[in-house]
């Protein structure tokens, strides 16, 4: 999609924050809803992206966009969450979020900024929907474990009925053929339940360790 389109898209949807337009479509491939194609962007970065991109955290904090951005996300009308402009904007903040997961002093913060669900909350099951409320047990249990060496620890460590519950929640999604309409969750999800979106995330990325 071309800048002009993604910005009529924009427009329509956040027609208040023309600010963060073109950020937004710099995180707009749709490619990027995968963890490996994700990843690998990131670690792409230069010292320019960074510096580009602490920028736009600047905005957003200093001019106080994070509420205002969650609770747009939280009201939106169901037929816009398709819109170029909502995946956009997701994976901004998906971004900026891994940006301070990795250190970076600059992106200190960005999870307080947008009112982000703590990490120590309870697992909402009401925020996933109804055919993908399956997913919740194990989201709570194993959705902390997200780094290589935690998944590494785990897989040592696990015991046969979690690795056989863990295959099987597997196979059922793939027999389901829900793995596309997960990440599609996730993906337009960062802002209004992103909790539960990095526990899903994360659980998946455990299943397909084991």
Not at 163 to 192: F, H, M, N, V, Y
Request: some cysteine; overall charge negative; charged content about 30%.
């Amino acid at each position: 999609m071309n800048y002009e389109k993604f910005k009529t898209s924009w427009l329509r949807v956040f027609p208040a924050l023309p600010e963060l337009c073109e950020p937004a479509f710099k995180c707009s491939d749709g490619e990027l809803i995968l963890h490996d194609v994700f990843s690998k962007w990131i670690s792409g970065f230069t010292s320019s992206d960074r510096t580009y991109f602490s920028d736009v955290f600047k905005v957003i904090r200093t001019r106080r966009f994070g509420p205002e951005i969650s609770s747009l996300l939280s009201k939106l009308d169901p037929k816009l969450l398709r819109e170029p402009a909502v995946s956009g904007l997701s994976c901004l903040y998906r971004t900026l979020k891994e940006l301070e997961t990795l250190g970076y002093d600059a992106f200190r913060g960005v999870r307080l900024a947008f009112d982000e669900v703590k990490p120590e909350s309870v697992f909402d099951v009401g925020k996933l929907p109804p055919d993908l409320r399956y997913l919740a047990d194990a989201a709570a249990r194993y959705g902390k474990i997200r780094f290589d060496s935690q998944i590494n620890e785990f897989v040592q460590s696990a015991s046969e009925d979690q690795i056989e519950e863990l295959s099987a929640l597997g196979e059922k999604i793939r027999i389901q053929g829900d793995e596309t309409k997960i990440l599609e969750w996730c993906e337009i999800s960062c802002a209004t339940a992103p909790h539960e979106k990095d526990y899903i995330y994360n659980l998946l990325g455990l299943i397909d360790s084991i």
